[in-house]
């Protein structure tokens, strides 16, 4: 049963449980009492500063306790938040901020911020005076005009800005807990990034349940994760888990989403004692839309509560909670769907025995001598070697061909590339098997939870 707010969530769990355990800071407890002070101590201080109602902050960074506590203070003042990756270019922000009606800016990073907008004063937790007399500017939760910005990472042009209510993250996350067991006691590591869907998804289900959230330093992952219940990976993080130690953990549950999950990643995690959650989820839709408890399947299960989903022409159309208004730009709320509600999420998928396939982005379907190569089908093949991690597959331009793939391979050391056309053969048909195979190099692994395809295109580029 979700819970009905009459409130900003973490101002009604601190009058329902004030002393409950809200947050696990590094090793440090902070309770709903003491967060939701936090809260009024930043609203105040940025409300003295100028935010006022209604306009757009951008918050860039790696999360931290001040970036947060920034996250929820910008909505209870009714304002718009833009969590940022501190990784954006400087020249990408510039374009992008001003269509983004941008007012203010806060970084736990030095950052060059665009001359149209103005810095918010940088605050450490300890350094907040929790001072009851002063005045906190709270927008009415029923009415505020608050909303989230979250950009999309779209393989061309300008990320675009999914505009979400607190309303639609709520319902987002109700529906994905009505599956999936998140009870009081339990905690959920923030274990990605607030500037992506994936670290504001653990938010609002940590919000939606009023259970306990960890924040702590991510390496290595195996300490962050010690007494946490709950985590959200992408397919990496979790391979890089079950090469550590992953003995003393207490996990429960696995939510797994964001790219491809093989079966050879559950499977190995099961055999750890790790019990995985496959999750089909996007920007869009505030995380995820479909989910389904890991078996022998690569699927991602049925729709969640009040989420519908259709294939059309074998592309995922879906629509229901959790949906973006639309996205952001030069001051009004562009819609993402069509005249019925549905979004079309360019992926292409597939029903079998009632359960959704995702079987990869229209976007990177290229032809090579006449023949559609879906690079994601090469991918999947291609992971399920036991040295390889990742695994990108990429055109190249071609005489003959018009196109041919190459692979870019993250591999554990000991892999011997020459070996992986030979190792190949009969698993999938000849003309998908590469021309050349490249290792990924570490530049393309920093920024983001995704390695940009477009990045790696590029550098495949640069090396022909
Ligand atoms: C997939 C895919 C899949 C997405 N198979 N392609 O809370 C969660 O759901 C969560 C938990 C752990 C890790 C990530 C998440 C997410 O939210 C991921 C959401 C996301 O990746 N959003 S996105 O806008 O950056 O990209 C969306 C796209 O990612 C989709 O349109 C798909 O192309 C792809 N994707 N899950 C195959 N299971």
């Not at 999360?63 to 833009?82: D, T």
Request: hydrophobic content about 40%; overall charge negative; some cysteine.
């Amino acid at each position: 049963i979700s819970t009905v707010f009459s409130n900003w969530p973490w101002q009604q769990w601190a009058a329902e449980q004030p002393n409950a355990t809200a947050i696990i800071r590094e090793q440090q407890p902070v309770s709903w009492r003491r967060l939701a002070d936090e809260v009024n101590a930043l609203c105040a201080r940025f409300h003295h500063h100028g935010v006022r109602a209604g306009q757009g902050v951008a918050l860039s960074g790696k999360n931290s306790p001040e970036l947060l506590l920034g996250y929820l203070a910008i909505l209870q003042l009714g304002a718009r938040v833009l969590p940022l990756n501190p990784q954006l270019p400087t020249a990408l922000q510039a374009q992008l901020l001003p269509m983004l009606n941008i007012d203010w800016g806060w970084s736990n990073y030095p950052l060059a911020w665009t001359d149209s907008i103005d810095p918010l004063p940088s605050f450490n937790i300890e350094q907040l005076s929790i001072d009851n007399s002063d005045t906190h500017p709270i927008a009415d939760w029923s009415s505020a005009q608050s909303f989230t910005m979250t950009l999309t990472s779209g393989s061309s042009g300008l990320p675009k800005a999914a505009v979400h209510t607190p309303d639609a993250h709520l319902a987002n996350a109700a529906g994905l807990l009505q599956r999936m067991q998140f009870e009081l006691g339990d905690s959920w590591l923030l274990s990605l990034p607030l500037f992506h869907v994936s670290g504001q998804g653990v938010i609002w289900r940590w919000l939606q349940k009023g259970a306990t959230l960890v924040q702590r330093n991510m390496h290595p992952l195996t300490n962050a994760l010690a007494g946490c219940t709950h985590a959200s990976l992408v397919p990496t993080q979790l391979w890089r888990l079950l090469e550590q130690d992953a003995d003393k953990l207490v996990l429960k549950q696995v939510l797994l989403g964001g790219a491809s999950i093989p079966v050879e990643l559950t499977e190995r995690a099961r055999k750890a004692g790790i019990s995985c959650w496959c999750g089909y989820g996007m920007t869009e839709m505030a995380s995820t839309t479909c989910a389904k408890p890991a078996d022998e399947t690569a699927s991602v299960g049925v729709p969640l509560p009040g989420r519908e989903l259709q294939l059309m022409d074998n592309e995922i159309w879906l629509r229901g909670s959790g949906q973006a208004l639309g996205y952001w730009q030069n001051g009004e709320i562009r819609p993402l769907s069509d005249s019925q509600g549905w979004f079309h999420t360019r992926d292409r998928g597939e029903m079998r025995n009632g359960e959704l396939y995702v079987c990869g982005r229209m976007d990177n379907l290229f032809f090579s001598g006449g023949e559609g190569i879906q690079p994601e089908d090469i991918e999947r093949v291609l992971v399920t070697h036991p040295l390889i991690e990742q695994a990108f597959v990429v055109p190249i331009d071609d005489v003959e061909f018009g196109q041919r793939p190459v692979a870019v391979i993250d591999a554990l050391p000991g892999l011997d590339l020459s070996q992986l056309s030979t190792w190949l053969e009969g698993q999938i048909t000849r003309f998908q098997i590469p021309d050349d195979y490249y290792v990924l190099p570490a530049e393309l692994k920093q920024g983001g939870i995704k390695i940009s395809r477009l990045a790696v295109k590029e550098w495949v580029y640069s090396q022909i």
